[in-house]
């Protein structure tokens, strides 16, 4: 069975806090996404990344950034964070270049920032 | 570049009543088509997608949608649904060789006994 894992399922941080969202799959998977989902809007492509060290920006990505040193990981970072990145973030993982393949998706990790 | 519409924020329904979610897209090319569901408190599962052939697709526990091209719709429908049914649904659109999805604002379905 794919599992996707997140680092916290809640979390609350202060205005201007660094902010770490880990994730970690274990298929293998090449390709891994970050979204927020806010109510009435969906969810929203902060970030994705196709390889090791490879990234590219999503929709939404002022603010955030992030890393993906090993395969199975990749984490979100929020420099400075600021209330309107309150939200409910999920990470999910894919194969690459297949448009037609599932993407697998985490519990999801509620942040609410102070 | 593609884009989905849920025609419908909220569905009550009662328990054993048919539902019927609505999804419209937006592509210049051929597309594939999923609808992914999220129970409270979890991540999104998928529930079944288009890809190309039979243009109706079913789920294990169910559900069916309907691929209508020229409409360019995929509607999501349930018989008869359960209390257990009761979640947020979301349309999602991508197109070959692209592995980026385009969520729809998300169909928040309440089954009531």
């Known amino acids: 069975d794919v599992k996707v894992t997140q680092s916290s399922r809640y979390l609350v941080k202060r205005t201007g806090e660094k902010v770490f969202l880990e994730c970690v799959q274990d298929?293998?998977?090449?390709?891994m996404f970050w979204y927020r989902q806010d109510p009435g809007l969906g969810l929203r492509l902060i970030y994705f990344?196709?390889?090791?060290?490879?990234?590219e920006k999503g929709d939404i990505p002022e603010g955030y950034s992030v890393s993906r040193e090993k395969k199975e990981r990749f984490s979100l970072i929020l420099e400075s964070a600021s209330t309107n990145q309150t939200s409910m973030y999920l990470c999910?993982?894919?194969?690459?270049?297949?448009?037609?393949?599932?993407?697998?998706f985490g519990p999801g990790t509620r942040l609410l920032v102070l | 570049a593609q884009s989905v519409t849920q025609l419908d924020s909220q569905v009550p329904v009662f328990e054993e009543a048919p539902v019927e979610l609505r999804c419209n897209y937006s592509?210049?090319?051929?597309?594939?088509l999923f609808w992914y569901v999220q129970y409270p408190n979890q991540g999104l599962q998928l529930l079944l997608k288009?890809?190309?052939?039979?243009?109706l697709v079913e789920s294990i526990n169910g559900f069916e949608a309907e691929f209508n091209k020229s409409q360019t719709s995929f509607h999501l429908r349930k018989p008869s649904v359960h209390i257990s049914d009761t979640a947020e649904y979301f349309c999602?659109?991508?197109?070959?060789?692209?592995?980026?999805?385009?969520f729809g604002a998300g169909t928040t379905v309440t089954v009531r006994a």
């Open positions: 999910a993982s894919s194969f690459r270049d297949r448009g037609g393949e599932t993407q697998y």
């Open positions: 298929m293998d998977h090449e390709n």
């Open positions: 990344s196709y390889d090791v060290k490879m990234k």
């Open positions: 592509s210049s090319v051929s597309v594939y």
């Open positions: 288009y890809l190309s052939g039979s243009t």
């Open positions: 999602a659109v991508t197109v070959p060789n692209d592995y980026k999805l385009s």
